[in-house]
């Protein structure tokens, strides 16, 4: 792709989000945009069906005194209310933030005061009550709207409204403003603020990042790096929306291509429903991934002996297939046709109990991975490929391209990008798809954003080919009491491919030797347990068997071996806690905080280095 | 703490294809009274019939006093000291009382000790021996739930397996069950295994007590530290705080700490 200048990021000859949706809506009309489960039924929502809720939504806030520039907050899972909120807001000239519905009322006061919300949309009655809680120190809140208002019929506020009146409204709103909603789509120009996405600050509280429509288009632009996508192809929501990466494969890149997008019913159902929807193209994070792989293993050791050997033998056909597509070269023929018997005999049968048997593409991004991992997807045939990026560049900062793939990188720069790694070895971006700056943050943007090269904070390489090699996070960087840098990340991702390992953390600055805390898989360690007669009776006493020690003590030990010797692991603790999302030393996408694990569980280390 | 009486280990349990008891290991203390909490289907009724016998487990092991007795007949548990009273009472509607109670002594042999039990049974229950010939189907629920007990006791058990004695009892002839059930294990040293849905009873006259989830245990401590957890206090005892509204429908997520 050339060069792009400033000004030519549009889609489909658009330069808004806004006039982007407007113009698929009426090409689409009556075509299936999203699919969402109502009482085990998959119920269809057309194009046209979805642009005139949008509408409605946009036009009720404008009645209800929204004005351009205005920041609304959603609190819910995806769900296709979302999507209307979402659209119909930006579609009005304003601004959309999304909020996790795993955050505290006390986090959903800060980033409603940060952002300024004037319009709060509450998924149900329980993030109701984290608004509700804290709305006294909000003044500047007008109305607050609930998508489900089951529970809520006796329930009168002034300040709270259900989502169908809001429609209403909208309704009412247009037949009085005739033409007034073809007017406040024009309103948005390309370079005005789109969306908040508001990053998790593992220091700090959190920021708001501004994207912009040119952003967001610029990306749209870009959908099909993986595979391309047809009107009918179908896709799974379930990551969370307020997380770019999510929010762009399931609402952007739809607006080119076309595809439907289908709503896990919950993050229990996922496994089912992606079953259900047979995705074109899957998207998901690591912890997903290493899910589905820890399934397919354990299913694999529970198995009859020959069920066992065509597995084996069948992976070892595709791992050879990958070996070749790997080093670029076409596999021979004889090769190719045994794949082809291996994946009608087996790998078709795997494919299909993770429910990506029609998956054209499949992607990987917002955490580091193991690369046996990706070579074991691609051994079953699934083009897996990892991409790179952040918030604060709208999502894709670079991605594994098809024909030349470099296991352990995370691709080149996208098309009509830059990226560069400073003299202190940080990864730089520069192209369209940097942001904004923070909201009301002029200060952390100029940290960020220096002559216009965004600091990603990541640490890394980049080879004469381009391609780039991520170390660690720049503050995540361990020095030893001896002086030896140590990325933990790298660590930390070779222990998570153990099935049994759900996440860890690497510790060791300024000590003397390397630990780690282990967050154990609770499903496949019990198993383990049960099958060796190790009695346990909750997750704090299964953590404390010696036979589970062991057999994390033994998968630690696999990873030391691949380790230069200051670098391997002396000590662990297991975390003796279920943790959820609700956590503070979870992300939202599950991922272990090294900040907070380090604070919360200081005694636990301090006593690993007591007694050395 | 006592001696192990009872001890499970890895038990799994299925009816038919469906895995009831998904690996779970508890112990009971000699003269204790243990207690397992959970919802309907959670796996308690099955974790007391494996335990008696009426039902195999698929895998681990029961051990009473030293003794693997899982597999073993329920015959040949009740003979190691181990009497299950099971949900719904099951007393012997067609026979009198008398006969009922005389059916739970069937593994005896000393005439003396049998009577003497009865005449102890019968001043735990003093309406039984008004009703002694009377048959059992014609008692109340109250009663034949009294006539259940008693009937277990009259083996005269080392461990009693009891399940759900409150189940479609009043609030009054509840009180008055778990007092004797607190009274047996007192007065009479007897060890016993009680599954309740009635948490807020079971967790004031048990001294340790597990909580059972879709055949696990998730939580184990012992009473009086359950009654403090947050988890047990929603989900067991229905105490809930109310919420900025007063009223509050959803259900927190389960942590189980």
């Keep these: 792709m050339a060069v792009m200048t400033e000004t030519s990021t549009t889609v489909f000859g658009q330069d808004t989000l806004p006039k982007l949706f407007r113009h698929v809506v009426r090409e689409r009309a009556n075509r299936v945009a999203m699919r969402e489960k109502d009482l085990g039924v998959w119920r269809a929502v057309s194009w046209r069906e979805y642009g005139e809720r949008a509408k409605h939504v946009g036009l009720g806030l404008v009645a209800l005194g929204l004005r351009p520039r205005d920041v609304v907050s959603i609190m819910a899972d995806n769900c296709p209310e979302w999507l209307y909120t979402d659209l119909g807001t930006l579609s009005v000239g304003a601004v959309t933030n999304g909020i996790y519905t795993t955050d505290s009322a006390k986090q959903v006061e800060y980033i409603v005061n940060d952002s300024g919300t004037r319009f709060f949309f509450a998924a149900d009655e329980e993030q109701l009550d984290k608004i509700l809680a804290v709305r006294a120190g909000c003044p500047q809140l007008v109305k607050i709207v609930v998508f489900d208002p089951e529970g809520l019929h006796a329930f009168k506020d002034e300040q709270v409204m259900s989502f169908e009146d809001l429609l209403e409204v909208g309704i009412r709103y247009e037949a009085e403003h005739p033409g007034a909603f073809e007017r406040m789509i024009e309103l948005a120009r390309p370079d005005d603020l789109a969306i908040l996405v508001y990053t998790s600050g593992t220091t700090g509280p959190p920021k708001g990042a501004m994207l912009s429509h040119r952003n967001i288009l610029f990306q749209i632009d870009y959908s099909d790096y993986v595979a391309e996508l047809r009107e009918g192809d179908q896709q799974l929501s379930f990551l969370p929306l307020c ?11 739809p607006l080119r291509t076309g595809a439907t997008v289908n709503f896990a019913e919950s993050i229990d159902t996922v496994p089912e429903n992606i079953r259900e929807v047979a995705p074109a193209l899957f998207f998901a994070v690591p912890r997903i991934w290493e899910k589905f792989y820890s399934a397919v293993a354990l299913r694999m050791r529970d198995a009859t002996g020959p069920g066992r050997l065509a597995y084996h033998w069948a992976l070892a056909i595709g791992a050879r297939i990958a070996e070749h597509r790997i080093a670029g070269r076409r596999p021979a023929l004889g090769l190719r046709l045994l794949f082809r018997i291996a994946d009608f005999l087996v790998l078709d049968n795997v494919k299909r109990s993770m429910g990506l048997h029609r998956a054209r593409g499949a992607a990987t991004g917002a955490a580091p991975i193991a690369p046996d991992l990706i070579k074991w997807y691609m ?18 900062a670079t991605a594994m391209p098809a024909d030349h793939i470099k296991l ?10 830059e990226v560069r790694i400073s003299p202190e070895g940080e990864i730089l971006l520069k192209g369209p798809h940097v942001f904004l700056g923070y909201y009301n943050n002029p ?9 216009g090269w965004l600091h990603t904070g990541d ?10 090699r991520i170390t660690d996070r720049m503050k995540d960087i361990i020095i030893t ?16 491919f153990s099935p049994y390992i759900s996440d860890a953390v690497v510790i060791g600055d300024k000590r003397k030797f390397l630990s780690c805390l282990v967050m154990i898989d609770h499903e496949t360690v019990a198993q383990f347990a049960q099958e060796r007669n190790v009695p346990f009776t909750n997750f704090a006493s299964l953590c404390r068997t010696e036979e589970v020690q062991r057999l994390i003590g033994g998968e630690i030990d696999r990873v030391n071996r691949q380790l230069a010797r200051v670098e391997t692991i002396k000590k662990f603790r297991l975390i003796e806690q279920i943790l959820t999302a609700e956590d503070e030393e979870l992300t939202p996408t599950m991922k272990l905080k090294r900040a907070f694990v380090n604070r919360k569980y200081k005694d636990v280390i301090d006593a690993m280095y007591a007694e050395a | 703490m006592a001696e192990t009486l009872l001890a499970v280990s890895n038990l799994e349990t299925y009816y038919g294809p469906i895995m009831a008891i998904r690996g779970v290991s508890f112990d009971v203390p000699e003269r204790a009274v243990v207690t397992i909490l959970g919802a309907n ?11 008696s016998g009426v039902m195999d487990p698929q895998k681990g092991t029961v051990t009473f006093a030293g003794r693997e007795i899982q597999g073993m007949d329920p015959d040949k548990v009740t003979r190691l000291g181990i009497s299950h009273v099971p949900e719904g009472r099951e007393v012997f509607p067609f026979l009198s009382v008398r006969e009922n109670l005389m059916m739970g002594a069937f593994t005896r042999t000393d005439a003396g000790g049998v009577a003497e039990d009865l005449e102890l049974v019968y001043s ?9 010939e009377q048959r059992a189907g014609s008692l109340s629920g109250g009663e034949q739930q009294m006539l259940a007990i008693s009937r277990a006791l009259m083996a005269r058990p080392r461990m009693m397996l009891l399940d759900e004695p409150s189940l479609g009892l009043s609030p009054r002839l509840v009180k008055e069950i778990f007092e004797i059930i607190t009274r047996i294990n007192r007065e009479r040293g007897i060890t016993v295994l009680l599954v309740e849905q009635n948490a807020n009873m079971a967790l004031h006259i048990a001294d340790y007590g597990y909580v059972l989830e879709v055949g696990r245990i998730v939580m184990d401590d012992t009473c009086a530290r359950l009654l403090e957890k947050e988890d047990i206090k929603e989900f067991y005892l229905g105490m809930k705080e109310s919420g900025v509204r007063g009223t509050r429908r959803w259900k927190r997520k389960k942590t189980w700490r």
């Design chain 1, 243 to 253: 997380h770019i990466a999510e929010r762009t494969v399931s609402v952007f890149n």
């Design chain 1, 379 to 396: 051994a079953l045939g699934i083009d897996m490929r990892e991409v790179y990026g952040q918030t604060e560049n709208c999502g894709l």
């Design chain 1, 408 to 417: 352990g990188s995370v691709g080149v720069a996208r098309p009509g990008t």
């Design chain 1, 443 to 451: 200060v952390k943007t100029a940290e960020t954003v220096v002559d």
């Design chain 1, 459 to 468: 640490v890394g390489l980049m080879d004469s080919e381009g391609f780039v």
């Design chain 1, 481 to 496: 009491a001896g002086g030896k840098n140590v990325t933990p990340s790298e660590i930390e991702n070779q222990l998570k």
């Design chain 2, 41 to 51: 289907g959670a796996g308690k009724s099955t974790i007391l019939k494996t335990v």
């Design chain 2, 124 to 132: 735990y229950f003093p309406i039984l021996r008004s009703r002694a």
